[in-house]
């Protein structure tokens, strides 16, 4: 069984900066795909960015400019620098992880998430 452990969240003013780590661990023999999603309060879970294996990003409309995803293949770890955050960046970000132990490739089981609140 595979697990995500996010961590870096917190309370930052509205202008500030954060970075979020993301460790899978486990049974891993590849990562694919890696993600980070985003659940406002009384909103769906929505994608935030993702990055291949080899590097290639994709971003939500509302990041992009303000937010990089990058990562560690050899720690298994997932990044999301975020800056000039805005109090609508406010939710609990979670991150995600096609992986194989050997066989297939399937999406790893979420994380408990990680809190970002953005307020003055």
């Known amino acids: 069984q595979v697990q995500l452990v996010e961590s870096g969240g917190g309370l930052v003013q509205p202008g500030g900066s954060l970075r979020l780590s993301c460790a899978a661990s486990?049974?891993?023999?590849?990562?694919?795909?890696m993600g980070w999603y985003r659940q406002a309060p009384g909103k769906q879970r929505e994608l935030v960015a993702t990055?291949?294996?080899?590097?290639?990003?994709n971003y939500a409309d509302s990041v992009k400019g303000r937010f990089t995803i990058s990562r560690d293949n050899a720690k298994n770890t997932v990044y999301l620098q975020m800056n000039s955050l805005k109090p609508e960046d406010t939710a609990v970000y979670y991150c995600?992880?096609?992986?194989?132990?050997?066989?297939?490739?399937?999406?790893?089981?979420w994380g408990q998430g990680t809190q970002v609140t953005v307020s003055s």
């Open positions: 995600n992880a096609e992986v194989s132990s050997g066989i297939a490739y399937y999406t790893a089981p």
């Open positions: 486990g049974s891993i023999f590849s990562i694919k795909a």
């Open positions: 990055i291949t294996s080899a590097g290639s990003t």
